[in-house]
């Protein structure tokens, strides 16, 4: 058998999107611990609807100056479907309490995310 510098890639990559699907699939199946969702979205009211956890209305939050989000500590999944400018907020203070992005996607005007 020969080595090559291609066969050796395959391998790896085979590897590497073996492990990648394996955490994905991993934290998928994780509960969902809090929802942020903007109240003034139906399309975010929906995705409310579908977990019944504790949630942060943006909407609120605004008023409160984040008052909500800064004093909790969410233990597990926390999802949300925001506009990029209450992304950029909540991923801010999820990061100071040790939560990462995972997910990101585009769903129009909003993103909808999940940091764990």
Not at 59 to 87: F, I, Y
Not at 109 to 116: D, I, P
């Amino acid at each position: 058998m020969i080595v090559t510098r291609r066969s050796v890639l395959k391998v790896v990559l085979s590897a590497a999107a073996a492990a990648s699907a394996g955490t994905a699939h991993a934290l998928s199946m994780a509960p969902v611990s809090l929802v942020v969702y903007d109240g003034r979205s139906p399309r975010s009211l929906s995705l409310r609807a579908r977990h019944s956890v504790r949630a942060i209305d943006v909407a609120d939050e605004h008023a409160s100056l984040w008052r909500n989000l800064r004093a909790m500590t969410p233990h597990g999944r926390v999802v949300g479907l925001t506009t990029w400018s209450d992304l950029v907020v909540v991923r801010g203070f999820l990061e100071e309490k040790r939560k990462r992005l995972r997910t990101e996607v585009r769903c129009g005007r909003l993103f909808y995310w999940e940091m764990s």
